[in-house]
Nanobody, 125 residues
C-alpha cells in the first residue's frame, strides 16, 4: 500500500526556518521524480521544487531559490524540504509529490502518481 506522509509544518516567525519531511512507503523514492508543491489560501497549488530520479538535478521555483533546499535520504525513503528565511507569503499547505515522469520538474501536476495529505506552514509574527 502506497503512503506519502508529510510532517514538520507549523507556525514560525518571519525569517525563521522549518524542515519538512515526506516519508514514503509502498514505492521507492529514488525511482520517481520527487517534489514539493504548495497551496496558499485562495490560490492554486504551485510548484516549489523537484528533483530528478538520479538526484543529480534539482529545480526550484524562482522565489524559492537560495532559501529552500530539497534533499533525499534513500536509506529512509524520505524526502526533505529545508526552508530558511521564511516570509509571510510562504504560508501555505505544502504537499509532497511523486511522479514517474519528468513533468513534475516543470511544475506539471496532472501526471503526479502520489500525493501526500499536506502539512500546514504558517509564517507570522
Amino acid at each position: 500500500q502506497v503512503q506519502v506522509v508529510e510532517s514538520g509544518g507549523g507556525l514560525v516567525q518571519p525569517g525563521g526556518s522549518l524542515r519538512l519531511s515526506c516519508a514514503a512507503s509502498g514505492f521507492t523514492v529514488s525511482n520517481y521524480f520527487m517534489g514539493w508543491f504548495r497551496q496558499a489560501p485562495g490560490k492554486e497549488r504551485e510548484f516549489v521544487v523537484g528533483i530528478s530520479r538520479s538526484g543529480g538535478s534539482t529545480y526550484y521555483a524562482e522565489s524559492m531559490k537560495g532559501r529552500f533546499t530539497l534533499s533525499i535520504d534513500n536509506a529512509k525513503n524520505t524526502v526533505y524540504l529545508q526552508m530558511n528565511s521564511l516570509k509571510p507569503e510562504d504560508t501555505a499547505v505544502y504537499y509532497c509529490a511523486a511522479d514517474r515522469t519528468p513533468n513534475l520538474l516543470t511544475g506539471v501536476q496532472r501526471f503526479v502518481d502520489y500525493w501526500g495529505q499536506g502539512t500546514q506552514v504558517t509564517v507570522s509574527s
